[in-house]
């Protein structure tokens, strides 16, 4: 009865938590969430994480853990034979600090986009403007995220690590929503490509339904 | 010259990575960045950090690090003797956990009531809307630390750690703001007058000119 608990979303920002559970090789098991029924602001979720939010990792112990940037650092620190964080301590800050920009700005973005009612209440009048500024912060994050990258291989260092895979998901979002394009984003095109060959996220793309885009 | 150089903004959520060069007894050279002026969009600080965001701590060899959560973490990891990380990597994820979820929630809500502009663009029609809804996941926000605290002394097991740096930037701001009243938040009263009177912190606020509430 070791086994993780993993609550996720299918395709939501708690995919990178599911890829690092495979990645790792970890023993778990996952739990959806039904976002589209509210099953996160439900009692029954509630009592796993009080804020309502995916993605919440349950411990062996039934300790529960929430935040993608938390479970990403606590699962390459328990499992390090997978080599999902760096040894150099500012290598591993500047993981953190993939993660932090990508949650404050690129996930904040995305929700202005797909639920602007967090941000001006019910009103429907005022959604659009909540969606034209949430694209604006989008297209000049995956400006940045291009620019950054560079010819890099990966987003830290020399190797794959809890950057690359809370990336990933942004890669995705982006393609599908149209921020990344071929000829706009050589680098992000090249990176996400490789990245997306892994068997963890064919895998986790398969099981959470999600379509991985090329 | 070796000494790191932080680019700071008064009273923003760059003040913990302040707290935690004092806490650290780092040698460092304080450098105001003035959101007043919109100096953090200029040539000269873009040059620093392309995103306009502070913090950001410039290293001995020039390298740039970005966002909270990165500096805090790397300066605990550097300066180990401060002891401002725990040792068992659980408690460090729910450093990071704490982190995340006030930069993600917390700071988003600060600035859904102070920059609305950010969310809906330049109209003004709509800033009140912003306001109030940041306001509401402001005070749901200040109820949920207060629980999580608890009878608590820290925020993470129990020393003072980095996310007790980060988070008393939310008590002061929520002190100020209304949040926090002695009656409805004793933890976080308890909590916040303690952690108040270190002395890095008395040092810091008078750098930055920010009041200390009680």
Redesign the interface.
């Known amino acids: 009865m070791a086994a993780l608990i993993l609550y996720y979303s299918s395709g939501a920002a708690s995919m990178s938590s599911h890829l690092a559970l495979e990645e790792v090789g970890a023993e778990y098991e996952p739990r959806a969430v039904k976002l589209s029924e509210n099953e996160q602001r439900k009692p029954e979720y509630l009592a796993i994480n009080?804020?309502g939010r995916v993605p919440a990792l349950v411990?062996e112990d039934g300790?529960v853990?929430?935040?993608?940037?938390?479970?990403l650092?606590?699962l390459a620190?328990?499992y390090p034979k997978a080599k999902l964080l760096p040894d150099d301590?500012?290598e591993?800050?500047?993981c953190?600090?993939w993660?932090?920009?990508l949650?404050?700005?690129m996930?904040?973005g995305f929700q202005?986009v797909r639920r602007p009612?967090?941000?001006?209440?019910q009103?429907p009048d005022?959604f659009q403007?909540?969606k034209?500024?949430?694209m604006q912060h989008l297209r000049g994050g995956y400006m940045?995220i291009e620019?950054r990258l560079g010819q890099s291989e990966y987003a830290v260092g020399d190797s794959f690590t809890i950057a690359d895979l809370h990336l990933y998901v942004f890669f995705n979002w982006g393609r599908a929503a149209g921020f990344i394009a071929p000829a706009a984003s050589p680098n992000l095109m090249r990176w996400g490509n490789k990245v997306g060959a892994r068997p963890s996220i064919q895998k986790v793309a398969e099981m959470e339904s999600v379509k991985i885009l090329k």
């Open positions: 009080p804020r411990l300790k853990l929430t935040e993608a940037t938390a479970i650092y606590y620190r328990e301590p500012l591993q800050a500047r953190l600090e993660l932090a920009w949650a404050s700005f996930h904040i202005q009612m967090r941000f001006v209440g009103n005022y403007a909540v034209t500024a949430g940045d620019r």
